[in-house]
T-cell receptor, first 113, second 111 residues
Framework: DAKTTQPNSMESNEEEPVHLPCNHS???????IHWYRQLPSQGPEYVIH???SNVNNRMASLAIAEDRKSSTLILHRATLRDAAVYYC??????????????FGKGNQVVVIP | DVKVTQSSRYLVKRTGEKVFLECVQD?????MFWYRQDPGLGLRLIYF???????EKGDIPEGYSVSREKKERFSLILESASTNQTSMYLC??????????FGSGTRLTVV
């Protein structure tokens, strides 16, 4: 599986936007970029995913670089409930046999009131 | 809202006991999964199922078995619990091509 690189941790002020970077320089043409987050004592939660175009949903936006070697998850207005570990993951959606979600260490986001 | 429900949040069992972890999803998803999560090791896939009565081994199936008699329910069985199976167990389901929905997890301690 292609690997991703994220910062170990980040801080953000409440009510300000948060930009979470992810590098994936070995991404293949059929890899989708997925983001999950895990709040303390909870299971991971799906946030967003995309292939080439930028994506928006009610939780966040995903900005994908033109060469697809990096992406940025954008939380438009951080709240205390957004404090979590955020995981950037690549998945080949054409490979039905690849059901493993390769979670790395993720990016611990701290929101400061 | 769609849901994956795990029957217990916390469980303490004795070494050698047979342990059942239950997971139910209400989304009519075909695919269901059992992972364990340990500090420094991330999520590791134990077993998954892509249909009723179908199961596939994941990366660490030893010491575990699974059962999927109905589409909505996927059970993880520890045949004879050991202390190295102390972990957070996460159940997930997904529709093919979509994101995963995880349960809240079961923190199992084997003493």
């Amino acid at each position: 599986d292609a690997k991703t690189t994220q910062p170990n941790s980040m801080e953000s002020n409440e009510e300000e936007p948060v930009h979470l970077p992810c590098n994936h320089s070995t991404i293949s043409g059929t890899d989708y970029i997925h983001w999950y987050r895990q709040l303390p004592s909870q299971g991971p939660e799906y946030v967003i995913h995309g292939l080439t175009s930028n994506v928006n949903n009610r939780m966040a936006s995903l900005a994908i670089a033109e060469d697809r070697k990096s992406s940025t998850l954008i939380l438009h207005r951080a709240t205390l409930r957004d404090a979590a570990v955020y995981y950037c993951i690549l998945r080949d959606e054409w490979d039905d046999g690849n059901n493993r979600l390769a979670f790395g260490k993720g990016n611990q986001v701290v929101v400061i009131p | 809202d769609v849901k994956v429900t795990q029957s217990s949040r916390y469980l303490v069992k004795r070494t050698g006991e047979k342990v059942f972890l239950e997971c139910v999803q209400d989304m009519d998803h075909e695919n269901m999964f059992w992972y364990r999560q340990d500090p420094g090791l991330g999520l590791r896939l134990i077993y998954f199922s892509y249909d009723v009565k179908m199961k596939e081994k994941g990366d660490i199936p030893e010491g575990y078995s699974v059962s999927r008699e109905k589409k909505e329910r996927f059970s993880l069985i520890l045949e004879s619990a050991s202390t190295n199976q102390t972990s957070m167990y996460l159940c997930a389901s997904r529709e093919t091509g979509a994101g995963y929905t995880f349960g809240s997890g079961t923190r199992l301690t084997v003493v």
